[in-house]
């Protein structure tokens, strides 16, 4: 037997046990100092990749406020962007996820801030513009008022009228859906309205054109006759004998003017055109009738120088009313043995003869009845329209007095010498 100390098999398994234990509790420290460094190394991963992540959308941030700058208010996105640059000082000095969490909190609100900022603006915008519209809308409303009212009332009546009345509907219709504020539910009615006020004005205007051709062409044969009364009243042979008629025509012409200024373009047409047609039937009127008086004169100069010739004297000769001139011419007649003709010449019809100193008689006819006779007058007579004829063309009638034998043509002044048949006179 040797002198070692001896254990037994129970001492020696619990010996073994304990290193086993001891061992294993080395191990475990070990093993809990690697899990330990692992986590610690995840946990500082995670949080670099927490921090890379918050500082990646920090930029992004950024550049979407740096893209979207426009539609940020200035001190707003100075403001935000401040906001942002915080965060990235933030980020650099987190220490533990939840920091980088509470950051990521703040980005969210910033986005958040962003996307109200942008909304704001874009609302003030159209704001800006949907007053901006009705303000324009507005004026272009106000623009159509004052064309309108340009227009003088009585000239939009005159041409129009129809067309105003409608206007007035239209324009108050646009201004109260301007009041309403809705650009878009004035657009149809303000150009509905745009569109019947060039129409109204266009009418208008074709009508004042119309109407400054009509008073244009009033007022030329207003002047064209004002002309032709000038002509007439500087004929003295128109003047004679149609004065009364030139004086219509002169009245004719005021009222023409007057007519012309109240604007009665057609009307003024209508009668001017009249009275220009009557103008020249007065000329005609007037020639005809110093003609006649013409012949009413010759025919009396023939027969006063004819009962010269025949011995008579001549005792007065002068129209029977001087003051109006279709009288009739009478003479008077004497010879030295005291008998006298007396003669009338009206300007149209018999001739008249009144004898005196000459015997008269009177006879049984054939059937039964009396007749007066004056055989030296009528010789005397017969004799005078002899040389009437053959000396100065002038074609009597067979003489007829009271008492003679109705069966008888009467004796009148029935034909001139040719040259004295074809005077006229024109103006």
């Excluded at 040797?2 to 475990?28: M, N, V």
């Excluded at 539609?71 to 980020?91: G, K």
């Excluded at 129209?319 to 009338?344: D, N, R």
Aim: hydrophobic fraction near 40%.
């Amino acid at each position: 037997m040797s002198g070692s100390p001896k254990f037994s098999e129970a001492e020696i398994a619990e010996w073994k046990q304990k290193i086993l234990e001891a061992e294993r509790q080395r191990r475990s420290e070990a093993e809990a100092r690697r899990r330990q460094e692992a986590e610690e190394q995840e946990r500082q991963r995670q949080l670099e990749m927490s921090r890379y992540q918050t500082h990646v959308r920090v930029n992004v941030l950024l550049s979407d406020l740096h893209w979207q700058w426009a539609n940020f208010y200035v001190q707003e996105a100075v403001a935000l962007e401040y906001r942002c640059q915080n965060q990235l000082e933030a980020i650099a000095s987190a220490e533990s996820p939840e920091k980088l969490l509470a950051i990521s909190e703040e980005l969210v609100r910033i986005e958040l801030a962003m996307q109200e900022a942008s909304k704001r603006k874009r609302w003030d915008e159209a704001e800006k513009k949907r007053r901006a519209d009705i303000e324009r809308q507005q004026f272009e409303l106000e623009e159509l008022q004052r064309r309108v009212a340009q227009i003088p009332e009585a000239e939009a009546l005159k041409f129009d009228a129809a067309g105003r009345q409608l206007l007035q509907s239209v324009l108050q219709n646009v201004q109260e859906a301007i009041a309403v504020g809705n650009p878009v539910a004035v657009r149809r009615p303000l150009a509905e309205a745009t569109a019947l006020v060039q129409k109204h004005v266009r009418q208008i205007v074709q009508g004042q054109a119309d109407s400054r051709q009509l008073q244009a062409q009033a007022n030329q044969q207003l002047a064209e006759l004002q002309v032709i009364l000038a002509g007439l009243k500087a004929d003295p042979v128109v003047m004679r004998w149609q004065r009364q008629a030139v004086t219509e025509l002169e009245n004719q012409t005021n009222a023409a003017k007057l007519a012309i200024a109240d604007g009665q373009f057609k009307q003024v047409i209508f009668s001017l055109s009249e009275s220009q047609q009557r103008s020249q039937i007065i000329i005609d009127t007037a020639n005809t009738a110093q003609i006649q008086a013409e012949q009413r004169d010759y025919i009396a100069d023939s027969i006063a120088q004819t009962l010269q010739e025949m011995g008579f004297s001549i005792t007065f000769h002068q129209p029977e009313h001087p003051e109006h001139p279709a009288s009739a011419m009478i003479l008077g007649a004497t010879t030295q043995a005291g008998k006298g003709i007396s003669v009338s010449v009206p300007i149209a019809g018999q001739v008249f003869y009144d004898v005196d100193g000459y015997v008269k008689h009177s006879v049984a006819t054939v059937d039964g009845n009396t007749a007066a006779i004056c055989d030296e007058a009528e010789q005397v007579l017969t004799q005078m329209h002899t040389a009437l004829e053959d000396n100065f063309g002038v074609r009597m009638g067979e003489v007829l007095w009271q008492g003679k034998d109705t069966n008888r043509v009467l004796r009148q002044a029935d034909q001139l010498p040719s040259s004295q048949q074809t005077r006229s006179r024109s103006v």
